[in-house]
């Protein structure tokens, strides 16, 4: 298949009064072109950062690209001027960013926000953009667009302007699609039909798509690939099977652990004990060490080696390591 996106040796810092905040420490991923990869996490642990780095959105200062590559359709971003990363923004890529509810410009007609994309980028006319405008939002599923173009945000419901949000980063047909939370102010009905959404979308245009989330429940249906992220790193990637079915990494099992279902029974959610690391100082073996039961010695010394489970199954844990394996085996033995 073909990679639309890569993204190698990832760095991101902030440097603030309290010292060097190490937010993005060596992500590697790629995606392919059609494919929706979802990367997931706690809170904190980077994804945001991650997906702001691509658009080349961190404020620099505080924050810079430090280290490593991304690389799309063969073009470095990390390497373009200013001026030629906004050609990009919005008509390669496109962003949904958090919360729906302030994304959206209050003084501005729902109309004028969609056209503006589209009169910057592709100096169409007001009756062109008008009408594409109105073809978008019917792509998303406003009903009565050519009515609802006139008005304001504050008229439209919390899913509705998540609608909107959506029509404006897709107006100008962008081959990628980077959505950042797109589910998380909205109620359990809302986000099933977003999701819904996208998977429609992706099918009628092709788009690729990065959804960012912290929720493995959202991404259940529509994910072909999943990243896991903790602590400024991917630790497990896999299909969507390998990670709901054969996922290896104790915090990757700790996440699917805390997923409410419908078949529990009265079962209660078993809770990650501990919090993430400070990343002022991030620790130099394994970052889960601390909140994880299965820690041997070794994950606090040395960060573990990526093993490759399968093609496309990968994770960094020293369990999955044949020695460690050994030693928890003699370990257990003894005890």
């Known amino acids: 298949m073909e990679k ?13 009064y309290g010292g060097t905040v190490k937010a993005v420490r060596g992500v590697n991923f790629y995606l392919n072109k059609g494919e929706t990869l979802a990367i997931v996490g706690e809170s904190g642990c980077g994804k945001s950062v991650t997906s702001n780095a691509i658009m080349r959105l961190i404020p620099d200062p505080p924050g810079k690209i430090s280290r490593g590559t991304i690389t799309f359709k063969g073009k470095q971003l990390t390497d373009v001027t200013e001026k030629e990363m906004r050609s990009i923004r919005g008509v390669d890529i496109s962003m949904i960013f958090q919360d729906p509810m302030t994304a959206l410009n209050p003084t501005l007609t729902i109309g004028t926000q969609l056209m503006e994309g589209l009169r910057e ?60 939370e797109p589910t998380t102010a909205l109620d359990v009905t809302i986000q099933a039909q977003i999701l819904e959404l996208f998977d429609r979308i992706q099918t009628q245009t092709g788009v690729s798509i990065i959804l960012i989330t912290h929720d493995l429940g959202v991404v259940a249906k529509i994910a072909d690939r999943i990243a896991v992220m903790y602590a400024g790193k991917i630790i497990e990637s896999g299909t969507r099977r390998e990670i709901f079915y054969h996922a290896e990494h104790p915090y990757t099992k700790g996440l699917l652990q805390s997923v409410p279902r419908l078949d529990m029974k009265g079962e209660k959610l078993i809770p990650i004990d501990g919090t993430p690391p400070d990343l002022f100082s991030p620790p130099q073996g394994c970052p889960f060490t601390a909140r994880c039961p299965m820690a041997m010695e070794v994950c606090n010394k040395v960060y573990p080696v990526e093993t490759e489970v399968s093609d496309t199954h990968k994770v960094d844990c020293w369990l999955q390591d044949d020695r460690a394996k050994q030693l928890l085996a003699e370990t257990a033995d003894q005890t």
């Open 121 to 180: 980028h592709h100096k169409t006319s007001s009756a062109e953009a008008k009408e594409k405008a109105i073809e978008m939002m019917e792509l998303v599923g406003i009903p009565n667009p050519e009515e609802r173009f006139k008005q304001y945000p504050h008229q439209f419901s919390g899913g509705m302007r998540q609608r909107i949000v959506i029509a404006i980063a897709l107006i100008c047909e962008p081959e990628l699609l980077i959505a950042d």
């Open 4 to 16: 639309i996106l890569e993204v190698n040796d990832l760095h991101v810092t902030f440097t603030t």
